[in-house]
């Protein structure tokens, strides 16, 4: 049965929510308050400088409230508070405009999957780092020959007696240039079928052998790398769960990922429009109403999907603290990055060639950044699992039907 | 929680689906279709709905209501749903009860609301004047004759007129045409003189008519609410019966989809089961996502009107243009899935297809609302 909130416990919750909010007043500096640009974003790690001495203060002032991880148990530096804190926390830093203290693919994924599947040593040795900031994390999971199909991945590691010697090569490595460590899925087991064979290795990116060299994409950005590995010689202590049974990691993995994805876009660092806003901007008006009469209809198509996945988030969440379970959270990585190319594909259409400038002069930096996210967007429905990959997993997983 | 059943709503469902499975299934609409019933639905049924408490679900205690408020409704409402019940609860106990509620006098509430919730006495609201949803392209006159107040006009698309024993008449007071001024709202016997009742025969072998008023005369008690002013009280009664219809509409749409998957999985060409081709699989998951997004808007709308009634005109036409779009996709797809059987009368999947039609068009299409919700966002 659906367990009712108790009435103490949403006292508590409502004073919990009052004094984040003070608190929030009281330490994020203004300047932390402040729409941010790409170089404003901190991701830590062992080459990284702060932004500003404002942004240093403010990461540390969370990082010591242990609110950089507010849901993760306090042994190893997390806040050791309940879900529903954590979204009091997401929420009330919203409110009052807080930027992310720290950006990491260490919180966002490789976290969560170490304090399940590590060990103690390893929860010791990466946990508070990741917390600290002091490691920079990169994920590398597909390879040149295998993206949609990630099962088949060849990059191998073989057992050397006190270590694993790795081969191959990752792509759409992101950040890896920047990046201290990476987690990656490698064959252990040649001769197992496909998933069987795979174990996840954690490999230190200084360790010689280790290469990196950037991949430059349609947007103009390099975000993304090809990592190469030629001998890599890896202590077997970074082998994380059992050996080849690296797959379950991934699964667990990529279901953050996803999540992830599925909530991006209100977090970009450029200048993000908002169709409904650009286009009382952009568009003539008659009467109040859009005179185009096609882009009117495209507007609102996409403001009501929009309000439904925001109704979904929420569904998702209250589902989460009532302890019931529907097939929501497995459908919102492929309706909110679908969703993502639409309003950019929408916010195009409604700058007309105002939105077309792809850098320099005649162009403001909200219309050169939409052209620059516009083309971005379009990774959206292929990293993490491609919109088809996620539809077959709904028809596998949800409706259960037959495989081929 | 707005967007999470209650033990007592999930109990309600549970109970909801065992007895329509029982009682009204969608044989039951077959049967009354084929037998030309004069009535168009049970009223046996609707007395055992009536003892329920369905009749009842969302109005006050003291009226001898449930008050379970709209989200208790919703999960009746989507049950009926998934069996294509027919039944005066949309008309009646949704529409018509909350037009009572809203703008009645005292005298009207207590006197006609017990009524009403027992399934003794039922309404349907006489408001539609042409073949689109235009709540105010309204030309139906109500003209004060001394005492009195006449009626004179045509309305066509009642949902239930035919079988109502009260009309809720919307009547133009004053104001010119389209003018959301001067709208009034009286109550109606049906077999007033000067009414004349055509029942129309619908896709959906539901009840609807085309009604005449010839100088209908009626005294001012029969005003629901101030002469000139329903308005206000109009569009609220509009979206209520909106939310409520996009609940049934959802309960429509996981039915046809879940029959369909189930199709799929037992039906081999080829060889092998037409489930496992990915032409179909993902055709199949993009409705779920579908479903997934219109079950929370229909939650959030439902306790919206229970919650937060200044949000409801946002939230109704969510639900209903989504809804509508809804049932338009997962009943062509369910048909296009079924292949050669889906298309004859004997499967139940045109039932339906054909219900979601009229559906779509009652209280406003997906044209009416998009464009309403555009407006409400100030584009």
Redesign the interface.
């Known amino acids: 049965?659906?367990a009712?909130?108790r009435r103490d416990v949403l006292q508590d919750l409502d004073q919990f929510r009052s004094e984040a909010r003070q608190w929030l007043e009281t330490n994020c500096p203004e300047s932390q308050r402040q729409p941010m640009q790409a170089e404003d974003q901190y991701y830590g790690g062992r080459n990284a400088r702060f932004p500003s001495a404002d942004a240093q203060l403010w990461f540390e002032r969370m990082r010591d409230k242990g609110w950089i991880c507010p849901e993760w148990p306090t042994e190893y530096g997390g806040g050791g508070l309940t879900p529903q804190h954590a979204k009091i926390i997401k929420e009330e830093m919203k409110a009052v405009r807080a930027r992310t203290p720290l950006y990491s693919l260490g919180i966002w994924m490789l976290g969560p999957a170490l304090l399940e599947f590590g060990n103690e040593e390893q929860k010791q040795q990466h946990i508070p780092a990741i917390i600290n900031g002091e490691v920079r994390w990169c994920q590398g999971y597909s390879e040149p020959g295998s993206g949609s199909d990630l099962a088949s991945l060849q990059c191998k590691a073989e057992d050397q007696g006190d270590h694993f010697l790795v081969n191959g090569s990752k792509i759409w490595t992101t950040a890896a240039d920047k990046s201290d460590w990476i987690f990656c899925l490698v064959r252990t087991d040649p001769n197992a079928k496909n998933q069987e064979g795979i174990s996840f290795l954690l490999i230190d990116m200084d360790d010689p052998g280790v290469t990196t060299t950037p991949i430059e994409l349609i947007s103009g950005e390099s975000e993304f790398c090809q990592t190469f590995f030629d001998n890599v010689k890896v202590p077997k202590s970074n082998l994380v769960g059992e050996l080849n049974q690296g797959w379950s990691v991934a699964k667990a993995l990529l279901v953050h990922e996803r999540k992830l994805m599925s909530e991006l876009g209100s977090e970009s660092p450029r200048e993000v429009l908002v169709p409904?806003a650009a286009?009382?901007q952009y568009l003539d008006?008659v009467d109040?109403?859009?005179a185009d009469a096609q882009l009117?209809?495209d507007?609102?198509?996409y403001?009501?999907?929009m309000?439904?996945?925001g109704?979904?988030h929420?569904?998702t969440f209250?589902?989460k603290?009532?302890d019931?379970r529907?097939?929501?959270p497995l459908?919102m990585k492929?309706?909110g990055t679908e969703a993502e190319k639409t309003k950019s594909e929408l916010l195009l259409a409604i700058l007309g060639s105002q939105g077309l400038g792809w850098e320099g002069e005649g162009f403001s930096q909200a219309e050169l950044d939409t052209l620059r996210l516009w083309a971005m967007s379009k990774a959206m429905t292929i990293a993490g699992g491609t919109s088809?990959i996620?539809?077959?997993v709904?028809?596998k997983n949800?409706?259960?039907?037959?495989?081929? | 929680m707005a967007l999470v059943l209650n033990e007592e709503q999930r109990f309600l469902r549970d109970a909801a689906r065992e007895f329509l499975n029982a009682n009204a299934p969608v044989e039951a609409l077959r049967k009354l279709r084929d037998d030309k019933d004069p009535t168009g639905y049970s009223s046996e049924l609707w007395h055992q709905m009536a003892e329920l408490g369905w009749a009842s679900i969302i109005l006050p205690e003291e009226y001898g209501g449930l008050d379970f408020g709209f989200t208790g409704l919703g999960v009746v409402m989507e049950e009926t749903g998934r069996t294509l019940t027919a039944s005066p609860l949309l008309a009646s106990a949704v529409v018509g009860a909350s037009a009572l509620l809203l703008a009645g006098s005292e005298k009207q509430k207590s006197s006609l609301l017990p009524k009403v919730a027992a399934g003794e006495l039922t309404l349907a609201l006489a408001l539609e004047e042409s073949h689109h949803h235009r709540p105010t392209h309204i030309n139906t006159t109500a003209t004060t004759e001394g005492a009195n107040i006449v009626l004179n006009g045509r309305k066509t698309f009642v949902v239930d007129g035919h079988s109502a024993d009260q009309l809720l008449v919307v009547a133009r007071s004053s104001g010119e045409a389209e003018s959301e001024r001067g709208l009034s709202l009286l109550l109606v016997p049906r077999d007033a003189p000067g009414v004349s009742v055509q029942r129309t025969i619908m896709a959906d072998s539901r009840n609807a008519a085309n009604i005449v008023f010839e100088q209908v005369s009626v005294s001012s008690d029969a005003l629901v609410g101030p002469a000139g002013e329903a308005w206000a009280v109009l569009e609220q009664v509009l979206d209520r019966g909106r939310v409520a219809l996009a609940a049934e509409m959802l309960g429509l749409a996981l039915e046809a989809f879940e029959r369909t998957v189930a199709y799929l999985k037992e039906r081999e060409q080829f060889g092998t089961l037409i489930g496992s081709f990915q032409g179909l699989q993902h055709r199949a998951a993009q409705m779920q996502a579908e479903l997934e997004l219109c079950r929370s808007v229909v939650l959030q709308a439902l306790s919206t009107v229970d919650d937060a009634p200044e949000q409801l005109p946002l939230l109704a036409s969510l639900a209903k243009a989504k809804l509508n779009e809804l049932v338009k996709l997962v009943t062509n797809e369910a048909v296009q899935m079924h292949g050669g059987i889906g298309v004859t009368d004997e499967l139940e999947i045109g039932f339906f297809l054909k219900r979601a039609r009229v559906a779509m068009q009652i209280f406003g299409d997906t044209g009416f609302h998009k464009d309403r919700y555009a407006t409400l966002c100030g584009y």
């Open positions: 049965m659906t009712p909130i409904s286009a009382r008006m109040g109403k859009i009117r209809a507007l609102v198509d403001d009501m999907t309000h439904a996945i109704l979904t929420f569904r209250e589902e603290l009532a019931t529907s097939a929501a459908v492929y309706v088809e996620q539809l077959n709904i028809a949800v409706l259960q039907l037959p495989q081929s």
